[in-house]
T-cell receptor
Framework: ETGVTQSPTHLIKTRGQQVTLRCSSQ?????VSWYQQALGQGPQFIFQ???????GRGNFPPRFSGLQFPNYSSELNVNALELDDSALYLC??????????????FGPGTRLTVL | LAKTTQPISMDSYEGQEVNITCSHN???????ITWYQQFPSQGPRFIIQ???TKVTNEVASLFIPADRKSSTLSLPRVSLSDTAVYYC???????FGAGTRLTVKP
């Protein structure tokens, strides 16, 4: 069974640029969630995709967008990067049967640095 | 969404049992309680999940009183490698909070 994988591991961008982060969910999972984790803080929920549809969104501006593909892999896109976007971006997959009970399996994260 | 409150940090010594309590006064009827562990620069790792009473697995126990307004994660005989941040989540995974930073000393 393959776990959750994310790419790239590290990324450096400059302010104003756009970035795409990728996540492959664990086999058999139908839900992907994305989180932003700043240094020293807990993960902050960005959004969740369930069967290719957005299924909830945290307090993030529209320049944070996502996609989930038929194979349940996912992308996180961030436009017009700002310095405060520097963080560890985590992807988590789960098999959602009843909302709030699914166990999330996290990937190793992508460390994004915005200069 | 139920808000959770945990101690910011805890210290312990190798071989001791550690109990981390989480308060969740406005937990909803359908909410489960889930605990995650996170090491620096890694994604959180699922530890245990429960709805009521007691749940035990190979790494931890979770105690939930009848009113479900709190829960206690119990780590038996901790080692240095248990030094990490522990998060209590209620309901969906949306709100992680700051977690409890556990430091295990030799």
């Amino acid at each position: 069974e393959t776990g959750v994988t994310q790419s790239p591991t590290h990324l450096i961008k400059t302010r104003g640029q756009q970035v795409t982060l990728r996540c492959s969910s664990q086999s058999g999972h139908n839900t992907v969630s994305w989180y932003q984790q700043a240094l020293g803080q807990g993960p902050q929920f960005i959004f969740q995709y369930y069967r290719e549809e957005e299924n909830g969104r945290g307090n993030f501006p529209p320049r944070f967008s996502g996609l989930q593909f038929p194979n349940y892999s996912s992308e996180l896109n961030v436009n017009a990067l700002e310095l405060d976007d520097s963080a560890l971006y985590l992807c988590a997959s789960s098999f959602q049967v009843l909302a709030g009970t699914d166990t999330q399996y996290f990937g190793p994260g992508t460390r994004l640095t915005v200069l | 969404l139920a808000k959770t409150t945990q101690p910011i940090s805890m210290d312990s010594y190798e071989g001791q049992e550690v109990n981390i309590t989480c308060s969740h006064n406005n937990i909803a009827t359908n909410d489960y309680i889930t605990w995650y562990q996170q090491f620096p620069s890694q994604g959180p790792r699922f530890i245990i999940q429960g709805y009521k009473t007691k749940v035990t697995n190979e790494v931890a126990s979770l105690f939930i009183p009848a009113d479900r307004k709190s829960s206690t994660l119990s780590l038996p005989r901790v080692s240095l490698s248990d030094t990490a941040v522990y998060y209590c989540l209620v309901g969906g995974p949306v709100r992680f909070g700051a977690g409890t930073r556990l430091t295990v000393k030799p």
